[in-house]
């Protein structure tokens, strides 16, 4: 499923950085400008949330201490993320979130969008050879403009 056939999508991204969460809000901005539905889940690094991390109607936070040992999601915020079946799930995280790779492999959206690493393969259906060190402008542009490229029914692509 590409970006013209889907109608929903899940952002799952490192939201401790200010910069990361107003980058992802232009994208969601974007996203319904293009009458799709969007929801968010800011993964934080820290103990405490930082101020920019206030739930929204879009935008859901958690950091670890929202899953247990075996990385279950236990905080609210998560099983209410994965409660939506979304079109394409997009994981804008570096490799090493290993919580928000469990989050992907459980949730039953349609496509599964992440950067390739050998070992996740099972989990995403769409891998792009994007480094960790990428900043999140430049792995959701290309994240967007592959999901572009995809076009099942004939509509012209941008």
Not at 18 to 41: C, G, W
Not at 89 to 100: G, K, M, Y
């Amino acid at each position: 499923m590409g970006y013209h056939q889907a109608v929903s999508f899940g952002i799952i991204y490192d939201a401790t950085s200010e910069d990361n969460y107003r980058h992802v809000t232009h994208l969601v901005r974007d996203l319904q400008q293009d009458q799709r539905k969007v929801k968010t889940l800011g993964f934080v690094t820290m103990k405490k949330m930082p101020e920019h991390c206030f739930p929204k109607l879009t935008f859901e936070f958690c950091n670890a201490s929202g899953f247990a040992w075996n990385q279950q999601p236990m905080a609210q915020s998560v099983k209410d993320f994965l409660s939506h079946s979304f079109d394409v799930l997009i994981d804008l995280t570096p490799s090493t979130f290993h919580q928000v790779k469990f989050v992907c492999a459980i949730s039953d959206a349609n496509m599964k969008v992440g950067r390739y690493v050998e070992k996740y393969i099972d989990i995403y259906d769409l891998m792009l050879q994007v480094d960790d060190s990428n900043s999140i402008v430049e792995t959701s542009g290309q994240v967007m403009h592959y999901l572009k490229m995809i076009n099942n029914d004939g509509n012209k692509q941008e």
